[in-house]
């Protein structure tokens, strides 16, 4: 059963948009993109630091086994000179 007019009515409690919000609501969602989109870009940065550090953290800790690793040795000549 349909009643002519009644069905171009929205139902109730439900919000017409206005063009104006419409309008608003499209800049706000942009804005909001677009700052994600701009952290996305820092953590991308942050990232490739952090792995660029991390990379030098492991040439420093293979350069201090290979200096450990000689004064050991020299320690047990050494020993064994005086020994």
């Known amino acids: 059963m ?3 007019g009644f069905d ?3 139902q109730w409690g439900a919000p ?3 063009t104006g919000d419409i309008v608003t609501t499209a800049i706000k969602k942009d ?3 677009k700052e994600i989109v701009a952290a996305q870009e820092d953590l991308r940065a942050m990232l ?3 792995k ?3 990379g030098d953290i492991d040439k420093l800790v293979s350069g201090n086994e290979t200096l450990q690793m ?3 040795n020299l320690t047990m000549q050494m ?3 005086r020994g």
């Open 16 to 18: 017409t948009p206005s």
């Open 2 to 4: 349909s009643f002519s």
């Open 48 to 50: 490739a630091k952090a």
């Open 79 to 81: 020993a064994k000179r």
């Open 52 to 54: 660029g550090v991390q």
């Open 31 to 33: 804005k909001v993109i």
């Open 70 to 72: 000689y004064i050991d």
């Open 8 to 10: 171009d009515i929205p």
